[in-house]
Nanobody, 121 residues
Framework: VQLQASGGGLVQAGGSLRLSCAASGRTFSSYGMGWFRQAPGKEREFVARISRGGSSTDYADSVKGRFTISRDNAKNTVYLQMNSLKIDDTSVYYC???????????????WGQGTQVTVSS
């Protein structure tokens, strides 16, 4: 599975962005999908995950209530809607695919290239 993330950019604090991650191949629905982020000098951290069929989602405490993960298996795409963005959300955001439904980076076997999100004051 190849993953292509897009939708990042520069936004003011309080604003919104929607990230997309398009997957190649016909087995997209076989994978749990996740979004992670990595700021300069920091480790990559879990942001959100969604189960294969989309019925289960989970979020990091830092984004709960502000971010929403969703997927469209017919379009082989997973989304991350980010509202009420904060300066601390500035990071490179990565989408990833896992056989299961995990929060650890080690559980994800395919990764997109990352998209930069910068939140300004």
């Amino acid at each position: 599975v190849q993953l292509q993330a897009s939708g990042g950019g520069l936004v003011q604090a309080g604003g919104s962005l929607r990230l997309s991650c398009a997957a190649s191949g016909r087995t997209f629905s076989s994978y749990g999908m996740g979004w992670f982020r990595q700021a300069p000098g920091k480790e990559r951290e879990f942001v959100a995950r969604i189960s294969r069929g989309g019925s289960s989602t989970d979020y990091a405490d830092s984004v709960k209530g502000r971010f929403t993960i969703s997927r469209d298996n017919a379009k082989n795409t997973v989304y991350l809607q980010m509202n009420s963005l904060k300066i601390d959300d500035t990071s490179v955001y990565y989408c990833a695919a896992a056989r299961g439904f995990g929060v650890r980076t080690e559980e994800y076997i395919f990764w997109g290239q990352g998209t930069q999100v910068t939140v300004s004051s």
